[in-house]
């Protein structure tokens, strides 16, 4: 739960978002950002504001649930459960409806910075083919024109190799075709975060974990970021 987990950390346990708790753990349905991670992320100052950078380096999709049922284990689950017949693999592809909005992690890490919405820069590592945010794709388009930004991002979820397809063999132990690879492992389709990344607008970074070299990726965030650092020094 990548996405869950990062915004758990940063949110204040005063904020109206909650998350999934326990009677046997006080504090659990509440975000850590004041409590466990406290000193962690700076006041939103309106007078003294900063940037807040997210990375995420995956190679799996979000699965950010709010009904975790189908992370149970086959022995502890009924015969009669359909859950039964998925393997674990799978089970967020088969159980899209178990996982939260996507929309709740965009609104979530704004309201970080609620009044100066801007200065979240999120940066996504993923199993996105190479091709598809290498400097050539990136600079296609202009990423500060909403509909250039929109094709650049329908012309990633478009890609057959972006699409959730089942691999063929024993459903019980198949896991989805993987989106890119290399000699270190294989990396699966990133849709929910891509789509996260552009729900951020300006601020949002796609890059690929199958690239070679993850320096033009921290070269992009670091630019994102210069960017908004200079923004501040420009208000009075």
């Known amino acids: 739960m990548q996405l869950e987990a990062a915004l758990k950390a940063l949110t204040p346990s005063?904020?109206?978002v909650m998350f999934m708790g326990s009677m046997a753990h006080p504090g659990a349905g509440?975000?850590?950002?004041d409590a466990a991670n406290?000193?962690?992320?700076?006041?939103?100052?309106?007078?003294?504001?900063?940037?807040?950078?997210?990375?995420?380096?995956?190679?799996e999709e979000d699965c950010s649930s709010f009904d975790t049922r189908h992370f149970t284990p086959d022995i502890f689950l009924d015969p009669s459960s359909e859950l039964v017949m998925q393997g674990l693999n799978l089970r967020c592809h088969l159980n899209?409806?178990?996982?939260?909005?996507?929309?709740?992690?965009?609104?979530?890490?704004?309201?970080?910075?609620?009044?100066?919405?801007?200065?979240?820069?999120f940066a996504v590592i993923a199993g996105v083919p190479t091709d598809l945010v290498d400097a050539d794709a990136r600079g296609a388009g202009d990423f500060s024109d909403p509909s250039?930004?929109?094709?650049?991002?329908?012309?990633?979820?478009?890609?057959?190799r972006m699409q959730e397809v089942i691999e063929a063999g024993d459903p019980l132990l198949a896991n989805l075709e993987p989106s890119c690879q290399t000699d270190n492992g294989r990396?699966?389709?990133?849709?929910?975060?891509?789509?996260?990344?552009?729900?951020?607008?300006?601020?949002?970074?796609?890059?690929?974990?199958?690239?070679?070299?993850?320096?033009p990726a921290f070269e992009i965030l670091i630019e994102s970021l210069a960017a908004r650092v200079e923004d501040l020094c420009m208000i009075d």
Do not use: M, W
């Not at 250039?148 to 890609?159: P, Q, S, V």
């Not at 796609?206 to 993850?214: A, G, K, L």
């Open 187 to 215: 990396a699966f389709p990133p849709r929910r975060l891509v789509e996260a990344a552009r729900g951020l607008g300006e601020s949002g970074i796609v890059q690929s974990i199958c690239q070679d070299d993850f320096g």
């Open 14 to 16: 005063d904020s109206e």
């Open 96 to 121: 899209p409806d178990n996982l939260y909005p996507v929309s709740r992690y965009v609104d979530g890490l704004k309201r970080l910075r609620e009044g100066n919405e801007d200065l979240v820069v």
């Open 38 to 59: 406290d000193g962690f992320l700076r006041p939103n100052d309106p007078e003294g504001p900063s940037v807040l950078g997210v990375v995420v380096v995956t190679d």
């Open 30 to 33: 509440v975000g850590h950002g």
């Open 148 to 160: 250039a930004r929109d094709a650049y991002y329908d012309g990633i979820l478009a890609d057959d």
